[in-house]
């Protein structure tokens, strides 16, 4: 992706984003669905807002293109989008859950709250360990490798011997 490129999404980004403001629910469905197939982080950030649309036809394809991105940040999003008075959005948010995370597979609408509850926790669970994860990263793209080596030893020492055998390896 050209300089050139990458500006020519945000023009065409920042055109759709005032879309999703159209009094036609059809003009901010178009608009969703462009934003999907453009797929940047700015389109995942519009695509989140377009989940609280009055129109559940907006929000169910909101829903089923913010999954299609498997873009972790997306996540918080469609937990939230569980709780849509729709039974059709609901359902949409949960395979979308699915999707990006590999888990929750038992969740469906008529589950009992107890899996709901589990399933809700379980994306939850992985998503704040995908924020913990990115953010160890950042702190150990920061280092020094003398420094990366120094933590990288400490967490080896930490490890029980079976652990050891597999890290090393």
Same mark, same amino acid.
Request: charged letters at 30%; one cysteine or more.
């Given at each position: 992706?050209?300089? !050139?490129?990458?500006?020519?999404?945000?023009? +065409?980004?920042?055109?759709?984003?005032?879309?999703? @403001?159209?009094?036609?629910?059809?003009?901010?469905?178009?608009? +969703?669905?462009?934003?999907?197939?453009?797929?940047?982080?700015?389109?995942? @950030?519009?695509?989140?807002?377009?989940?609280?649309?009055?129109?559940?036809?907006?929000?169910?394809?909101?829903?089923?293109?913010? $999954?299609?991105?498997r873009d972790?940040? !997306?996540?918080? !999003?469609?937990?939230?989008a569980l709780?849509?008075?729709?039974?059709?959005?609901? $359902? $949409?948010?949960?395979? @979308?859950?699915?999707?990006?995370?590999?888990?929750?597979?038992?969740?469906?609408?008529?589950?009992?709250?107890?899996?709901?509850?589990?399933?809700?926790?379980?994306?939850?669970?992985?998503?704040?360990?995908?924020?913990?994860?990115?953010?160890?990263?950042?702190?150990y793209g920061?280092?020094?490798?003398?420094?990366?080596?120094?933590?990288?030893?400490?967490?080896?020492? !930490?490890?029980?011997?079976?652990?050891?055998?597999?890290?090393?390896?």
């Open positions: 992706l050209t300089c !050139a490129e990458a500006a020519d999404d945000l023009i +065409v980004v920042f055109s759709l984003k005032d879309q999703l @403001g159209d009094a036609e629910p059809e003009v901010r469905i178009a608009a +969703v669905a462009a934003l999907r197939e453009i797929a940047t982080p700015e389109c995942v @950030g519009y695509l989140m807002l377009a989940i609280n649309d009055p129109d559940v036809r907006v929000r169910g394809e909101a829903i089923v293109s913010l $999954a299609n991105t972790p940040a !997306a996540v918080p !999003a469609l937990v939230e709780k849509d008075s729709f039974p059709a959005v609901r $359902a $949409a948010a949960a395979e @979308g859950l699915k999707f990006i995370t590999n888990l929750g597979k038992d969740w469906h609408e008529t589950a009992p709250d107890s899996v709901k509850d589990f399933c809700r926790d379980a994306w939850n669970g992985w998503y704040d360990a995908h924020v913990a994860k990115r953010r160890l990263a950042l702190r920061e280092m020094t490798r003398v420094e990366l080596a120094d933590e990288i030893e400490a967490r080896l020492a !930490a490890r029980t011997e079976n652990e050891r055998t597999i890290w090393q390896r």
